[in-house]
């Protein structure tokens, strides 16, 4: 599917998953900002590392461990339970924010200004 057809498919959905492998500890792919940026809640198996780190930290919807079935379940029943009871997930803001290109790429820049500096 078209990037861009994936993106409007994201925008209508109830919810969003993002997998990770078991194990994987630095996992923040381009797919978790996509679905950051859709602000749509994430339901994320994803357990320690960093796709789960910012999915709990934001409050950008619920994570669990990628190879427990039986809580991949319960967490799957809790998020649509939520959804229907209209949960407001108010991350998503903050987030959008601070994971925007030109906000990063200013971050890149002082690093660089940095660097030159002491350089």
Known sequence: MPR????????????????TAPGQRSVATLKLFDYIGAGVPILALAADNAAAAIVTQYGLGL?????????????????????????VWPGFAAAQQQFERRQLTGQLAAVFRDVVKEG
């Open 4 to 19: 861009r057809e994936a993106h409007q498919a994201q925008l209508g959905a109830d919810g969003l998953l993002l997998i």
């Open 63 to 87: 994570t669990v461990a990628p190879d427990d079935a039986a809580a991949i379940q319960r967490t799957l029943h809790e998020l649509a339970a939520r959804q229907q009871a209209g949960a």
